[in-house]
């Protein structure tokens, strides 16, 4: 694979990734199913078959 056709699917991979997760925390909120306070999350990032495990935590302020 040519570096332009990893870098296209690399962003493509990312964009998907990035409009699911806003929408499925939106619909939490919405729902709300989230609570008082801010909301702690965690997003965890592994690839089948390495030993990759890549760990984002964060908190989002509610409304």
Same mark, same amino acid.
């Given at each position: ?8 699917? /690399?962003?493509?991979? /990312?964009?998907? #990734?990035? #409009? ?8 939490? #909120? ?8 801010? /909301? ?24």
């Amino acid at each position: 694979m040519s570096e332009d056709g990893f870098n296209m699917s /690399l962003r493509k991979f /990312l964009k998907q #990734v990035g #409009v699911t997760s806003q929408q499925q925390i939106e619909a939490l #909120v919405r729902a709300g199913a989230a609570g008082e306070g801010p /909301l702690k999350l965690r997003m965890q990032l592994t690839a089948e078959g390495t030993e990759l495990k890549h760990v984002v935590e964060g908190e989002i302020e509610l409304p």
